[in-house]
T-cell receptor, first 113, second 113 residues
């Protein structure tokens, strides 16, 4: 069975601090895809990144970076120099096909001014 | 570009009343469509998905149903709402491949009293 674990329920940081959100996944499939979504207070899920299992290269997009490590089944998300606008719930998700995403329970990030 | 709409944005309904939530997608053809429910403080649960007009797959047995009367329209319904149906309902779309990125609508917040 597939599973996504986001062990951090809530994280609070002060603005300009760096913060890492953890995501650990379980799957027996060799081909799979991992995602991160942001859910601001408005509720809409905003797509951030998609990564397939054959591409372990880390990615950086502005203040956001992602570290994918198959050896530890982790796909962690780091925000550098956090801002108040980063406050949201962040979800990690996994799919191997069959149209079904397996979502983690989310990590609520609070960035304090 | 593609956009996804949901309405209503919020809804308060008495127990036992019917429900109809609508989702429409613009700017794409033959999308896969999905209905998710998010209970308060929890992750997302896939309820239904559709790969074409009239084709509905149910993930979780319940008193909800879904229909796809047109290519870019997806409707979530219930004949009699239960208290446990309260939650945040999100519609999503993706392109044809089952591992394609899902893009979410703004959601409908349903409160059953």
């Amino acid at each position: 069975a597939q599973k996504v674990t986001q062990a951090q329920t809530e994280i609070s940081v002060v603005e300009k601090e760096d913060v890492t959100l953890d995501c650990v996944y379980e799957t027996r499939d060799t081909t799979y895809y991992l995602f991160w979504y942001k859910q601001p207070p408005s509720g809409e899920l905003v797509f951030l990144i998609r990564r397939n299992s054959f591409d372990e290269q880390n990615e950086i997009s502005g203040r956001y970076s992602w570290n994918f490590q198959k050896s530890t089944s982790s796909f962690n998300f780091t925000i550098t120099a956090s801002q108040v606008v980063d406050s949201a719930v962040y979800f990690c998700a996994l799919t191997s096909g069959t149209y079904k995403y397996i979502f983690g329970t989310g990590t609520r990030l609070k960035v304090l001014a | 570009s593609q956009t996804i709409h949901q309405w209503p944005a919020t809804l308060v309904q008495p127990v036992g009343s019917p429900l109809s939530l609508e989702c429409t997608v613009e700017g794409t053809s033959n999308p896969n469509l999905y209905w998710y429910r998010q209970a308060a403080g929890r992750g997302l649960q896939l309820l239904f998905y559709s790969v074409g007009i009239g084709q509905i797959s149910s993930e979780v047995p319940q008193n909800l149903s879904a229909s796809r009367p047109q290519d870019r329209q997806f409707i979530l319904s219930s004949k009699k709402l239960l208290l446990s149906d309260s939650g945040f309902y999100l519609c999503a779309w993706s392109r044809l491949a089952d591992t394609d990125t899902q893009y979410f609508g703004p959601g409908t917040r349903l409160t059953v009293l």
